[in-house]
């Protein structure tokens, strides 16, 4: 994990880097990065921890209790493969309980996106409901916003 650096960001500086995320950008045409974030904003849990796995499972377990939307957990060392392996574990493992599970890592490539908003600092992982994701995506295929991702399919 060549990229990140020796020391974890605060909670407010991912706070102030998920603030970036809601604002509209010219090169997305007008769109923010993530366009509902600001709707859920105040529904989003920001977790610290060397244990990300027990916060996913937190979330999974708790998110209607605490009227959460989607979490958002750092502070865990893992490198971009062993990221990669575990996400896709937890998106089987939660398959049938409404939650999916998104990475974002330092040493990504590439970013689907022409802006570069990934966290270079540290791993993220995002879980979010399902349901709530799915009917944002259908809601921006009816928008021009898909039409500035980058095809990787090529």
Not at 66 to 76: C, D, E, Q, T
Not at 90 to 111: F, S
Not at 146 to 152: A, M, N
Request: proline letters at 5%.
């Amino acid at each position: 994990m060549a990229k990140t650096s020796g020391s974890y960001p605060t909670k407010s500086e991912i706070s102030a880097w998920l603030d970036t995320l809601q604002i509209p950008k010219k090169q997305m045409g007008g769109f923010a990065i993530c366009p509902y974030l600001l709707k859920n904003r105040n529904q989003i849990h920001i977790v610290q921890t060397t244990d990300p796995r027990t916060s996913i499972f937190n979330f999974v377990n708790l998110h209607t209790l605490f009227n959460l939307s989607a979490v958002v957990v750092y502070g865990f060392r893992w490198s971009y493969s062993m990221m990669e392996h575990q996400t896709a574990e937890m998106n089987c493992l939660y398959e049938d309980r409404n939650v999916q599970v998104l990475m974002m890592h330092p040493d990504a490539v590439a970013e689907p996106l022409p802006i570069k908003y990934n966290y270079k600092r540290c791993p993220i992982l995002i879980a979010q409901l399902r349901d709530q994701l799915e009917l944002s995506r259908k809601e921006l295929q009816k928008s021009n916003y898909y039409k500035k991702y980058h095809r990787t399919d090529k």
